[in-house]
């Protein structure tokens, strides 16, 4: 049973015991125009000692300091606000309002990269020199290899390519030996060679991480827990697009032969995410088996019943405060039934194009072609970043992107989310199979030009409300497969109306 | 030393040797409503004699029959054009003049798909029943197994999934016998395995496709060589941009310490291709290997140089004439240095990302943030489809797309290439590393916002004339990282600016 321990307690090394230092002189080791590859992945593992630390160090001795910080995922707004006015670079995704702002104003460079790309490019030396590594573990062992904890993200990247290290040993974590499946990716002149994973539960490497001691240059104590994750119920909305997404699922059950074995599900983050996790939870399939990026709350209750459940592989762990308390009760059970990996075999196109993942992700929007924004707002300003959505969406076996088909902005207005065309595309109607909303589900799977398919996304997908218009635009496009408007004034009036609509929506419409 | 045959030379099975019925009497099997999955890659192994052949008999007797034509990719115009007039959906790639006027028509229903992806769903059902298969092979082994010709495509696909199978043995062709590499994907509920291939080398399945040879309706004989491709030589446009290739290719050498080994090359197919395949040839780099969709004129050069060249993969072989010529001489050493699959195995993109291949592509045009446009003019009119190039670029080590910055057009006007904003994406920035355009090369491949990125390639690789405009654009486009006008005013006059720039280029530019 995991238990809140002493530092000596997890440091078996005693070379690195030696190596403990109060975090105040720790955050030394990084200075101005430094790299840093952090662990952290979804506000899991992140180190949330040192990085508040090292913002306070900066804001006391060297205000003008500018970083680049290489992350797994996002990491929770505690950590990386105070430190977002010493990032001059951020890779590849960021939860951070704080970041965010210095993002548009044009003061922090953002790089949106696929995360299963991105820590490949790491090893690969795309980004340069990594001159600090800062990893939270929950265990150093007697031979100083460690134990991570409730992510892996691009700690082992960051580990293997690092010029110093910086370890984070988290009392306050439990002991998660046995959770992780750690396996470094190949570099160019060296062979790759194919992962031998043919099921969600196969493990193809070691249990730790090992790396040069010698780079070691600093241990930390942390006693924070991750901090959670907020957790919103399922509203009606959510449950109709569950419903929508599950009865997708079991037609294509009958139509493709799958019998009782429903192929390996990938579920995004959020309140869709989690209603339509519980709506699989009540479908007849039995023995699910979930190879995604974030183990989160809807699938605790999984763990619990051996008939529903079969095996989990995520990168990271991720909760509410209850989930959290959840967690821990089913700890031993989740250990033999949950595998966390490197978030470039998590996301490998590899893996999830070998073992059929079905992929459900939640854009900002959709077109009427199936066409995908999942980044940016107005098609200039970055929220997030793609994240994982384009390495399960272009690989899955079926590829599933929902969406409400409306969503109420603060000023009122109401907006469709589904489009005549998308003012960013992270993802190409080529990588997406199913558009669902709340209205019903359209598909992208036969031989069908993109105009039908438009008419079918409409028709099926769209609120009501705003069908006429989007079918006003599909007649104005005109001629061609794909036809887009290109009269600008036709275009300017279409938009007129557009604005009007979202002003006009019907009250609880 | 391969000859022309007689039908009985080429026939070794009895059983299929007594079905041999003329052309006229095969096609019958074809009716209305039907699907057809037939042989063919860039015009190459084809059923060059049934489907002319079942276009005059649609003509003559069934001028209402509409069906459904599925093939590996281009056919030549005039195995497709005749049959045109009768396909009523039709994918994953064409490039024939008479069903292009039919999609943007409407009147045929055109699906563009990733190749990779495209067999795998045949395989999978998505495309529902294959009605008959048509396939064209250069022998028909004594256990009924046969040898296909100078393409693998979705033909192993066809005869594994279809109803009826219709042979077409292809007398003129040489006896392939030793080029192929076959497998079929697996499909779920099976378990899928990882592809055995380390090198570009290294043969995974049988030399010969397998089937159930009672699903043989008819055998029938064809005369007709594959149709040349016409090759055009490189301009000095075209080898500016393969210089530039090369060096930032010699750039990666120093910076990600390759040694001599560069990684295989993909390459896509016309003049620049050709040329960057010359210039190649020329730089330091030895042993080069080829991982890519098609086998063409400028790599014969190659196979006769074994310290320049080591190995090719590719689904087909393409030639001019005089590229054919050259191929006869030397099939006894391309078929110890080449190798035919599959198009979901050459374009897997698990062996893609495996053997970390370069991945080189023409597009239309390019944005100032690295989207990529490669398939509809004007965002609405397809031209060809994407073909592989989605898998290739998403799944590459590095991933290069280029472009002449500048295209003249019929009415006079000369555009720009490198756009503020593409009307259509294939391929997100997220999966592109390098633009190339005979000014120079942009990277994208550090991290750096779009914005950054923006004014690079704007000074990089726009052509001279238009870069004042492209920088107004995103003077323009205001804040955020990744800024897009929204002004429709303001855009309609930019729109108005380049319009005149088109018309003002200079003469020789």
Redesign the interface.
């Known amino acids: 049973m995991p238990e809140t321990s002493t530092l000596k307690d997890r440091i078996e090394n005693p070379e690195l015991l030696a190596k403990v230092v109060p975090v105040e002189e720790a955050v030394k080791h990084v200075v101005d125009g430094h790299t840093l590859a952090i662990s952290g992945f979804t506000k899991s593992g992140e180190p949330k000692t040192f990085l508040p630390a090292l913002a306070y160090h900066f804001s006391q001795h060297a205000p003008q300091a500018r970083i680049?910080l290489?992350t797994g995922a996002s990491l929770s707004e505690d950590v990386e606000g105070p430190l977002a006015p010493y990032i001059r670079?951020?890779?590849p995704y960021m939860s951070s309002a704080a970041s965010r702002r210095r993002?548009?104003?044009?003061e922090?460079?953002?790089?949106?990269?696929?995360l299963s790309?991105f820590a490949r490019?790491l090893m690969?030396?795309?980004?340069?020199d990594i001159d600090v590594a800062v990893v939270e573990v929950s265990r150093i062992r007697p031979n100083g290899s460690v134990i991570l904890t409730s992510s892996v993200g691009i700690s082992v990247e960051a580990l293997t390519r690092a010029k110093k290290i910086i370890l984070e040993v988290n009392t306050s974590a439990p002991d998660y030996t046995g959770f992780h499946d750690i396996v470094v990716p190949?570099v160019?002149?060296h062979?790759?060679?194919?992962?031998?994973?043919?099921?969600v539960r196969d493990r193809i490497g070691t249990p730790y991480v090992e790396f040069d001691l010698r780079k070691v240059v600093a241990v930390v104590e942390s006693r924070t827990p991750d901090y959670p994750v907020p957790f919103k119920a399922a509203d009606d909305t959510d449950k109709r697009i569950a419903k929508n997404v599950v009865d997708f699922l079991l037609q294509c059950r009958e139509?493709?032969?799958?019998?009782k074995?429903l192929?390996p599900i990938q579920s995004g983050v959020g309140n869709v995410a989690n209603a339509i996790i519980g709506q699989l939870y009540d479908s007849p399939f039995q023995k699910i088996r979930f190879w995604t990026e974030v183990f989160q709350d809807g699938m605790l209750r999984y763990v619990e019943d051996d008939a529903k459940f079969e095996y989990a592989s995520s990168t990271a762990v991720s909760f509410s405060a209850e989930g959290r308390e959840r967690f821990m009760r089913l700890f031993d059970r989740c250990r033999d039934r949950l595998v966390l990996r490197p978030m470039w075999l998590s996301n490998s196109?590899?893996i999830i194009?070998?073992?059929?993942v079905i992929a459900m992700n939640t854009p900002i929007e959709v077109d009427i072609y199936g066409?995908v924004n999942s980044t940016?707002i107005?098609?200039?300003?970055?929220v997030n970043g793609?994240g994982g959505s384009?390495d399960f969406f272009?690989?899955a076996?079926l590829s599933i992107v929902h969406t409400p088909s409306t969503r109420r902005l603060k000023d009122g207005r109401t907006v469709s989310c589904v489009m005549p065309y998308v003012?960013?595309?992270?993802?190409?109607?080529?990588?997406i199979k199913c558009v669902v909303t709340e209205q019903g589900y359209a598909l992208n799977?036969?031989?069908?030009?993109p105009?039908?398919r438009a008419q079918d996304i409409i028709e099926r997908c769209a609120h009501p409300h705003f069908r006429p218009l989007l079918s006003a635009y599909l007649d104005m496009?005109?001629?061609?497969?794909?036809?887009?408007a290109?009269d600008?004034q036709a275009?300017?009036a279409w938009?007129r109306d557009y604005d009007e609509a979202c002003r006009n929506f019907p009250k609880g419409g």
């Open positions: 680049t290489l670079k951020r890779g993002i548009h104003a044009g922090m460079d953002f790089t949106d990269v696929h790309a490019n690969y030396g795309f980004y340069g190949a160019h002149p062979v790759g060679w194919p992962l031998p994973v043919v099921n139509q493709y032969h799958w019998g074995r192929p196109p590899e194009s070998r073992l059929f066409h940016h107005d098609g200039s300003r970055i793609l384009g272009r690989n076996y003012r960013h595309i992270d993802h190409t109607e080529h990588d799977m036969d031989i069908r030009s105009k039908r496009a005109g001629a061609g497969d794909e036809p887009r290109t600008m275009l300017n938009w």
